[in-house]
């Protein structure tokens, strides 16, 4: 069974900054491109960083040299280094496949606040 389970996230103050993990099982997602997304109040979950099983990495203009992602295939884990937080990164912060599969984990909330 494919299960994904976040977690790192909390609240910090602008220029503060915050890891989170990624934790999932099933076998599958060693051998896939993996992303971090995220979903601000009212908006789309968007896709803000990629990184595929070899470790290629893309991510959103709007996190580009503040975030960093990585993965530990050997563990199935996944991070977010999320370093110079603002504002506008406050939103729940999913980790699943890209392209995403249906299922989805609880999120973890990420608040960037003075």
């Known amino acids: 069974q494919v299960q994904l389970v976040e977690s790192g996230g909390g609240l910090v103050q602008p220029g503060g900054s915050l890891t989170l993990s990624c934790a999932t099982s099933?076998?599958?997602?060693?051998?896939?491109?993996m992303g971090w997304y995220r979903q601000a109040p009212g908006k789309q979950r968007e896709l803000v960083a990629r990184?595929?099983?070899?470790?290629?990495?893309n991510y959103a203009d709007s996190v580009k040299g503040r975030f960093t992602i990585s993965r530990d295939n050997a563990k199935n884990l996944m991070y977010l280094q999320m370093n110079n937080m603002k504002p506008e990164d406050t939103a729940v912060y999913y980790c699943?496949?890209?392209?995403?599969?249906?299922?989805w984990g609880q999120g973890t909330q990420v608040s960037v606040s003075s």
């Open positions: 699943n496949a890209d392209p995403a599969l249906r299922t």
């Open positions: 099933g076998g599958i997602f060693r051998f896939v491109a």
């Open positions: 990184i595929t099983s070899t470790g290629g990495t």
